[in-house]
C-alpha cells in the first residue's frame, strides 16, 4: 500500500475510504479479476503496519490485475468479534458493488464496469488474522458464496492468543515497545487483548468453528495458504491453528518488522502468480 498522494504505474493513488479508520484503496487501471485486502492488527494502522508492500502497486505482473485495499479498524478498543462484523459488512460493500464502491472504480477507471473477483487474498498480521478468519466464518454461516475465492496470507498470526497476556505478572516489566503497549492495554481493559489470552470466549470459538467449517468441506478459504513469523517473536504464541501448514521463519526479525521487510512484497506477489 502506498502513502495517500502517491501514484503507481498500474495502479491509483491511495484513495480514502469510508469505511474503517483510516482505510485506503488502490485499483487498478486495467482488467481486474483479484482483491489484495490487507488487515492490520493490534495498534497498527492501514499504511504504517504495510510499509513492506509499498511495491506491490509498482505494475508488477502479479499485482497489475489487483485491487489493493488496505482496511482500518479500531483495534485497541473494540472487541474482536464486533471488528470480524464491521469488516464483513466492509466487504460486502466491495463484492456487492456498493454504490460507494461503483463510484470510486468508476471516478478511477473511467468506465462503470463493476468488478468482478476471482480471487480475494486477505493478508493479515497479529490481531487481523483472527479477525479475519472469524470474518470469513461469519460469511460462511450467512451463506454468502464469495469466502469460496478467498485465501489467507498471514503474518505473525494471533489466533492462539499472546503469551504475555497469559502472565500477568508481566505487568508493568518495563519492556518497552509494542509489549509495553499490549501490556499497558490489558491494563486499561482494551477488549480486543482479552480476546487474545489463550482461553478466552473469543478464540476458544475460532477453533471450534474453524474445525466445523473444515468438515464442511471449506479448507482452501480457512486453513492458511503461507504463515510467517519472525525468528524473534515475542508477541503471540507460535503453535498450529487447526489444520494450517508449517509456518516460515524469517531470520532476525521481530513481530511487527515482518510487514515491513523488503521479503514481504515478495512473499505476497509469490503467492498471487
Known amino acids: 500500500m502506498h502513502e495517500p498522494g502517491r501514484e503507481c504505474l498500474g495502479h491509483s493513488f491511495a484513495q480514502p475510504l469510508a469505511a474503517g479508520n483510516g482505510s485506503y484503496a488502490q485499483l487498478a487501471h486495467g482488467d481486474c479479476d483479484t482483491l489484495l485486502l490487507l488487515v492490520h492488527g493490534f495498534g497498527g494502522s492501514a499504511v504504517s503496519t504495510w510499509r513492506g508492500l509499498r511495491s506491490l502497486a509498482a505494475g508488477t505482473p502479479e499485482t497489475a490485475s489487483a485491487d489493493i485495499v488496505s482496511y482500518g479498524y479500531n483495534s485497541t478498543n473494540a472487541p474482536a468479534a464486533n471488528s470480524a462484523v464491521l469488516l464483513g459488512e466492509f466487504m460486502d460493500g466491495i463484492i456487492r458493488n456498493s454504490p460507494e464502491w461503483s463510484n470510486l472504480v468508476e471516478q478511477v477507471t473511467g468506465h462503470g464496469r463493476p468488478r468482478d473477483y476471482q480471487r480475494i487474498i486477505i493478508v493479515a498480521h497479529s490481531l487481523g488474522a483472527a479477525v479475519s478468519r472469524r470474518m470469513l466464518l461469519n460469511a ?66 475460532l477453533i471450534s468453528d474453524t474445525e466445523t467449517q473444515l468438515g464442511n468441506g471449506w479448507g482452501d478459504t480457512l486453513k492458511a495458504k503461507q504463515i510467517v513469523f519472525g525468528e524473534l517473536e515475542s508477541v503471540v504464541k507460535v503453535a498450529r491453528f487447526c489444520d494450517d501448514p508449517p509456518h516460515k521463519v524469517w531470520r532476525e526479525h521481530t513481530h511487527t518488522s515482518i510487514c515491513k521487510a523488503e521479503e514481504a512484497a515478495k512473499f505476497v506477489s509469490e503467492n498471487l502468480a
Do not use: C, E, Y
Open 140 to 205: 460462511i454461516d450467512a451463506g454468502d458464496d464469495w469466502p469460496a475465492q478467498a485465501r489467507l496470507l498471514l503474518f505473525a498470526p494471533a489466533h492462539m492468543g499472546t503469551r504475555l497476556l497469559a502472565d500477568r505478572a508481566l505487568l508493568g516489566g518495563g519492556l518497552g515497545g509494542l509489549v509495553n503497549t499490549l501490556l499497558t492495554g490489558w491494563k486499561l481493559g482494551r477488549p480486543a487483548l482479552d480476546d487474545l489470552l489463550p482461553d478466552s470466549d473469543f478464540l476458544k470459538s
